[in-house]
């Protein structure tokens, strides 16, 4: 890759100053009006930051990690008088993205926030080409990176990723303790962060249902759709699981819990939410306030925000170079963790915040312990039914 002249840059950015609002080209932004609306939105900056983010496959309301991550940098940005932009690649291609941060880059934006596994290859073909621009990757694994051929983060780019088995866990052993015996997990792509998930709502399942002493009476069916949106294929599998006695499937995989959702919808089933707070937006595309009971969430706005912060502050050498794995860190301010379950608005009766606080305060103190091991399906003395990948 041809490395960026500074004075190129520097072109760029002064042009990028002088009109604000251009933007990317009508090519590399979001199509649909909403997006185009969006993507116009920027503020003047007070700082020497400017702030782009650039979606991964899916798009910026696909009520998970663009949508939060999106929503997080462009309330930042606001907040603190800085100029942002977001970039969606023209297609699901590592070469799409490396011209969206090109794009970012030309456009005069230096902070570039990237959500998920899929920017690792981008990142390690354009960090050390472009030093003066700092890259915050979420859900970027140190596996992900020496894949693609980068053994060490340059100085430019920190990446974070998160306990999903504490997440998927909590989900799963809230479940249970709520009433609920006949469960299931719909995965999005079997990818590491999906499977721990997966394997740690599995954990919580059995460990609940052992405690209840009704192990016996509990199970789990389990899939992947092997893609990160539902489609007719997914939502009749889901039909047939509800039919037969289903009550709530674990939808983790970004849009693919739009098929959870219609197939819940028909038999009052119940579905739990990822990565955010999803049960808001559910209530709103479904017409339920309780179709969604719980998300296991998170902290990809907390990470955000405090990432943002120490870096206009003069504080990145808190992140510089590292990979920073995020969980519980408290069991008394639940809402400082980085995997959590929403209290405010979960519509479970059974499972309390009190219990949920004891959960939370066992997990931290070590008492309870959960696997991240994505080897193979724990074992259980719940049932637990694997089904092969729809797609």
Not at 124 to 135: K, L, N, Q
Request: aromatic content about 10%; hydrophobic content about 40%; glycine content about 8%.
């Amino acid at each position: 890759m041809k490395k960026k002249l500074l004075s190129v840059l520097l072109v760029a950015a002064m042009v990028a100053t002088m009109f604000v609002g251009c933007g990317s080209s009508a090519s590399d932004s979001a199509t649909d009006d909403a997006a185009k609306a969006e993507t116009g939105d920027t503020q003047e900056a007070s700082s020497d930051y400017r702030i782009a983010m650039i979606t991964d496959s899916g798009d910026i309301t696909d009520m998970s990690f663009n949508q939060t991550t999106y929503e997080a940098s462009k309330a930042f940005a606001e907040a603190n008088g800085a100029d942002f932009q977001y970039y969606k690649p023209t297609e699901d291609s590592n070469e799409a993205r490396i011209a969206s941060f090109e794009n970012a880059v030309t456009d005069g934006y230096n902070v570039i926030v990237v959500p998920g596994y899929l920017f690792a290859a981008m990142i390690a073909e354009v960090a050390e080409d472009y030093p003066d621009v700092t890259i915050i990757a979420l859900d970027c694994s140190e596996f992900d990176f020496t894949d693609n051929g980068m053994e060490k983060l340059p100085e430019n780019v920190c990446s974070f990723t998160y306990h999903e088995e504490l997440a998927g866990y909590m989900a799963g052993y809230a479940a249970v303790k709520e009433g609920y015996k006949k469960l299931g997990f719909l995965g999005g792509m079997a990818v590491p962060a999906v499977i721990r998930y997966g394997f740690g709502f599995v954990q919580g399942c059995n460990d609940a249902a052992v405690e209840l002493g009704n192990a016996s009476d509990v199970e789990v069916n389990y899939v992947y759709g092997g893609q990160f949106y539902g489609d007719d294929a997914i939502t009749a599998q889901m039909d047939t699981w509800y039919s037969k006695g289903t009550e709530v499937v674990f939808a983790c995989g970004g849009g693919i819990y739009t098929s959870a959702c219609e197939a819940a919808s028909k038999v009052n089933g119940k579905v739990i939410g990822v990565d955010s707070d999803q049960s808001g937006t559910i209530a709103d595309q479904y017409g339920k306030d309780d179709l969604c009971i719980t998300s296991a969430m998170k902290g990809l706005a907390a990470t955000v925000n405090t990432t943002l912060t120490d870096l206009f502050a003069g504080d990145w050498s808190k992140h510089a170079g590292k990979i920073e794995n995020l969980g519980i860190v408290s069991d008394t301010d639940l809402e400082a963790n980085y995997v959590q379950l929403p209290t405010d608005t979960w519509s479970m009766e059974n499972f309390t915040t009190d219990d949920y606080k004891e959960l939370v305060g066992k997990l931290n103190s070590g008492e309870v312990k959960v696997s991240d091991s994505t080897d193979a399906m724990p074992k259980t003395e719940i049932k637990v039914n694997e089904f092969d990948n729809i797609h």
